[in-house]
Structures are given as structure tokens and as C-alpha cells.
């Protein structure tokens, strides 16, 4: 939460059920039994029954949240199946549960995702509970005597943190098919990954531990830099009004480690950058959401912290922004595009520090700025997936200068320190976008500071060590890949950067000094592709000459890795994401450079 954050993150699959209004296994309305009448409101006042379908042969119900990452993707999918099942009668009914929601809210999002059926406020979720419904977008599937027939998701391509290629089961469909058939259901219920439906609080608030007293304090800490109007979260967390609605899903992705991302096992090494909350403050969390989540005393409120307007560096001297405009889809997974700006460079330059800032962050994943210094060919000449233009191949032997990803800050080098880049260089920027439920452009940009060659102490090195020949088998669950680099000279490590693709499971860097002794510098046991963070080593690391950086990724290509594309083909290297990657980042400085001495 104190990082970047991608809206398709905050899906999470596992309830925590708590004394505060979830609805528990054995209140719910199991498949076969009846949903009595109920009447609801719209957001313009207009009041809708259950009974006025009466005429519908089926009605599909559905819990939608405003700020609901997943819900915001199912949207226009169930606009869709409205249309395709409307020549049939099919009714379809959304109805929004969550407290925080307001009508206004529910009416940008109808207008949003152009909704053809009802949207309908269940204030006080007395609905919500008779349904048992859980999370948005959660589905059921009524027949004429209003019986449950199905209930759960709409199909399998979104879970948590991750997207399928393409969908490789229609669960509501499939099931209104066969119930239009006369036929049963084949899968009657599904779980359903979404945000859990923020319902009033039946627990009065008790206990010393407050929101005003404690919990903003945590939250300012970790989660309104991202969590705040106007930044990259999906919705605020700045006030009492904000997070009372979410607290059981604050709960539980604090529960499950999900939030704030941080993966480095604790037991090695130190970072600057560590965004991870302690055991402490997630029991107070947990234990304010257990008593009722009581506000307390408004004086004791802590003061909001300010973040910096604009760019993280300062004014930078150069902007890079991407040629074109690119139009990203509602729906589906988007190859990653490739954008060649010529800088014009007829000298070196020295990058001091490097932003690459999203222009439309509700669809951009990652944004990655390479120089490529004339006469290059990639990994060996090697090229992977599309040319498109020849920035894939470009990339692979570019110089890496700015990323913009979940979690990862602008690179700011210490004084002194500064990134070369070669005159006659090119730019290509790698764009990822990830599909929002909406059709949306993006220009995305980066800023870049230098300073005087005769200032620079030490040259940044952003190094690698990088396997490009595995092949990894269908079904695998666990394929190993090395690699490595040895250091020539007396090195200083400031920063690792692990990154794979869909099925990357952990990464590994380790240090084989001269003597032979090794030492873990960074271990991710569960790397997580839609974070892509850089860890900063919080005192720099000395690599004596002849020591080894090694490079250990584990990759799991097997059906159980729900990111993973296809289970059933062989994995080799590529640029795409749904092909793999094996690269250890580094960054680096030469242990006894001045450069300074040189230009005098």
C-alpha cells in the first residue's frame, strides 16, 4: 500500500470471516432454495421488485462495488450477456450492497460501463444477507420460482492479480444454456474472487483501539500514498468515511500478506525501501475490525501526511513522451507495445535520476525506458515474439534507465553518481497495459535529470545476469534456472531488481565470494509478477573482486498456477509475458571510481 498500485491487484480469493456482518457458511441460501420477494431502490429513486419479473423465465442477480477492480472488468461482460439473453427473457439485476457506495458513485459507473438493466442500492445489505452474498462481482442465477440454480463468478478469466488469455469456462452463461434447456446445472457453484461486500457493522464499536487513536496512523504509513484521491489506487483511504467499508478487506489482504506488497524473506538482508507491515500493527488491524472498528476521538486525529506534487525527482531536464497515443481495450490481454523516441543526443549524457510517470494509470502495468546505443543486437542477436518495429529486439540490448511498476520508486542516485548514456542512442519504451472494463488511452512519459560530466564520481552500472536458453517443460511445477555474473573489479551493490513473467515463482540472489563462503542477499519465496519491485539494499553491499553473482528462479508451468497462460506448452525465453524471462537486475558502482580525478 505505501507504493504504486494496479487496480487488478486488490482481488484477493480467500474469506476471512469476522463477527461484523459476514454472513456465515450456514446462513447461506444454498442452490435449491428459494429467494423470497424484496424491493430496492435505483440511484434515481425508482423502485424495482423481484416479482415485476415475474414473467422472466430466469433472473440473473448480480453484486456489483463502484471501486470494485473486478467488478469495473465484469461490467461491460454482463452488458453483453444481458444483450445476447435479452431475445429470451432473461432478466438481469445489479444491485450494489457496499456501505461506502453512494448513489452518485452508482450512477457514474451505469454511465461508465453503459449498464442496460437496473443497477439497485441495498442499503443496510439486508438483500446482500438473504442472498449470503459475499464479494463483487459475485452472480446468481434464479429460475421462475426464484430457487438458486447457480451462484458464484461469471467466468474464469480474472482472479487474483492475474488474467487467462482467454476465458476456458463461461460459468453463467454455460449455466443459463442448460437451465433454458430444462436441463441441471453441471457446475452449480464457483467461487467467486472480487472485493468483499462492505456491509453496516452489526458489532457496536467497543475497545481502546480507534481509528483516530491508531489505525490512521497505519494507514498513513503504509497505504495513502497510493490510497488517496487522484493517485493510482482504486479508491481512497483518507478518512474514517473511506476505510469503514473496507475494513474486512483491509483485513484480509493485510492477513494474507497481500498488501503492503513485500516479498523479501526477512531473513536476509536489509532494504531502504521496505514497505512491510509489522506483526504488531497488523494485530491492532486486525483486532480494531474484530471490535466494530470504533472512530474514537476526532482531536486525536493524526495530521495527513503531505506527499510531493508532481515529479518524485523535481523539475527534470528532459521528458520523453510516448510518439502516439495508444488505445487500450475494455477487455482481453494487450502484447506488450513498443514506442522509438530519437533523443538527438550529440553528446553523452549522465542520468543523475530517472521517473517514468503513467499518462492513464487505471490501464498501464509497467512503463520501462531503455537506451540503445547505436550498432546493438539484443541478447546475442537473438529476437523474441513480434518485431514491432525492431523494439524487442532493441530492448534486449538496451541500457535499462527508469521504470515505472507497482511498488517500484523513481531512481534517485546518491550525489556523485550518475547513469551514462551514449550520444546516438535511441529511446524505446516497453508499455504493459492490462485491460480496465473500459475502453482508455495512455501517452505515457519520462523525466530525466543530469548533471555535469566533470560531477560525476561514480558511473551507475545497471548490470544483469541473464539465462535466455531454458526451456521449461509443460506441467512443471518447479523448473529451476541459474544464472550468473562474475565481478572483475571491487564492486558496490545498491539495488536488486528480480524479474520473470506468469509462471515465475521465486528468485534468489546469492554471493559466492573468492574464498568460497556464500552469502543470500535477496530471496522473493513468492515472486509476484504484478509487483514488479526493486529491492534498495539499505547499506550498499561490497562485491570484492572474482566474487559470483548468482541467480536462482524457480517457474511453475503446471495447471495449478492459476497466471499461468498454458500449462500445456514448453516456456522459452521471450519478451512477451506469455512467454518467460530469467534476469537478475543490478545496480552497481565500482568500488574505488573517481571519475572526478579524470577531469581535472
Request: glycine share 8%; proline share 6%.
Amino acid at each position: 500500500m505505501n507504493i504504486r498500485f494496479r487496480p487488478l491487484i486488490l482481488i484477493l480469493v480467500c474469506l476471512l470471516t469476522f463477527a461484523a456482518g459476514i454472513v456465515s457458511a450456514a446462513e447461506k441460501p444454498r442452490i435449491g432454495q428459494t429467494v423470497s420477494d424484496f424491493t430496492l431502490r435505483d440511484f434515481h429513486g425508482q423502485e424495482y421488485s423481484l416479482s415485476e419479473f415475474s414473467e422472466s423465465p430466469l433472473v440473473v442477480v448480480a453484486f456489483l462495488g463502484d471501486e470494485c477492480p473486478l467488478a469495473k472488468l465484469y461490467a461491460t461482460r454482463l452488458v453483453a450477456l444481458a444483450n445476447a439473453f435479452a431475445d429470451r427473457d432473461v432478466a438481469f439485476l445489479a444491485i450494489n450492497s457496499n456501505v461506502q457506495d453512494t448513489p452518485t458513485e452508482m450512477a457514474a459507473f451505469a454511465e461508465a460501463y453503459d449498464l442496460n438493466f437496473p443497477l439497485l442500492k441495498d442499503a443496510g445489505n439486508t438483500v446482500a444477507d438473504r442472498f449470503g452474498a459475499e464479494r463483487t462481482p459475485e452472480v446468481f442465477v434464479l429460475d421462475q420460482n426464484r430457487v438458486v440454480r447457480y451462484r458464484g463468478r461469471i467466468d474464469d478469466q480474472y482472479g487474483v492479480g492475474y488474467q487467462r488469455i482467454h476465458v476456458t469456462r463461461h460459468d453463467l452463461s454455460i449455466a443459463l444454456e442448460e437451465l433454458l434447456a430444462n436441463q441441471a446445472v453441471s457446475t452449480p457453484e464457483t467461487e467467486t474472487p472480487g472485493c468483499i461486500i462492505g456491509r453496516v457493522r452489526h458489532v457496536e464499536p467497543h475497545g481502546e483501539i480507534t481509528y483516530c487513536e491508531q489505525i490512521a496512523k497505519i494507514l498513513n504509513r503504509h497505504c495513502v500514498e497510493c490510497y488517496r484521491e487522484g493517485e493510482l489506487a482504486p479508491f481512497p483511504l483518507t478518512s474514517y468515511e473511506d476505510v469503514i467499508g473496507w475494513s474486512e478487506m483491509i483485513a484480509e489482504v493485510v492477513s494474507q500478506g497481500r498488501m503492503p506488497p513485500w516479498f523479501a524473506d526477512p531473513r536476509f538482508g536489509e532494504f531502504s525501501n521496505d514497505c512491510s507491515m509489522s506483526e504488531s500493527e497488523k494485530q491492532t488491524l486486525h483486532a480494531w475490525v474484530n471490535n466494530g472498528s470504533p472512530e474514537g476521538d476526532f482531536a486525536a486525529l493524526p495530521e495527513a501526511p503531505r506527499f510531493t506534487k508532481g515529479w518524485n525527482i523535481g523539475e527534470p531536464d528532459a521528458v520523453y513522451t510516448m510518439p502516439k497515443p495508444f488505445t487500450v481495450p475494455a477487455e482481453g490481454t494487450i502484447d506488450y507495445q513498443y514506442f522509438t523516441i530519437d533523443p538527438k543526443l550529440t553528446e553523452d549524457v549522465w542520468v543523475s535520476a530517472a521517473e517514468a510517470r503513467p499518462d492513464n494509470s487505471s490501464v498501464v502495468h509497467h512503463a520501462v525506458l531503455f537506451a540503445v546505443p547505436p550498432g546493438s543486437h539484443g541478447f546475442g542477436g537473438r529476437r523474441s515474439g513480434g518485431d514491432r518495429g525492431g523494439g524487442e529486439a532493441a530492448i534486449a540490448g538496451g541500457q535499462l534507465i527508469a521504470i515505472y511498476a507497482p511498488g517500484m520508486p523513481a531512481w534517485h542516485y546518491p550525489d556523485g553518481m550518475a547513469l551514462r548514456v551514449r550520444k546516438g542512442s535511441t529511446f524505446v519504451i516497453q508499455m504493459h497495459y492490462t485491460a480496465c472494463g473500459s475502453e482508455q488511452r495512455d501517452q505515457s512519459y519520462i523525466g530525466l535529470k543530469f548533471i555535469k560530466p566533470e560531477d560525476v564520481k561514480q558511473r551507475i552500472r545497471n548490470g544483469m545476469a541473464l539465462n535466455f536458453a531454458f526451456e521449461i517443460p509443460p506441467h512443471d511445477n518447479d523448473y529451476v534456472v541459474t544464472s550468473k555474473t562474475r565481478f572483475l573489479r571491487d564492486t558496490t551493490l545498491l539495488q536488486l531488481f528480480p524479474h520473470m513473467h506468469y509462471r515465475g515463482k521465486a528468485f534468489r540472489f546469492e554471493a559466492i565470494y573468492p574464498d568460497g563462503s556464500r552469502e543470500v542477499l535477496l530471496d522473493v519465496p513468492n515472486y509476484d509478477f504484478n509487483w514488479q519491485l526493486r529491492y534498495d539494499l539499505a547499506e550498499p553491499k561490497q562485491m570484492p573482486r572474482g566474487t559470483t553473482l548468482m541467480c536462482t528462479a524457480h517457474f511453475d508451468n503446471s495447471a495449478d498456477n492459476l497466471f499461468n497462460p498454458d500449462p500445456n506448452k514448453t516456456v522459452r525465453f521471450g519478451l512477451q509475458s506469455f512467454e518467460e524471462m530469467m534476469i537478475g537486475y543490478y545496480t552497481s558502482v565500482r568500488t574505488a571510481e573517481d571519475l572526478t580525478k579524470k577531469n581535472k
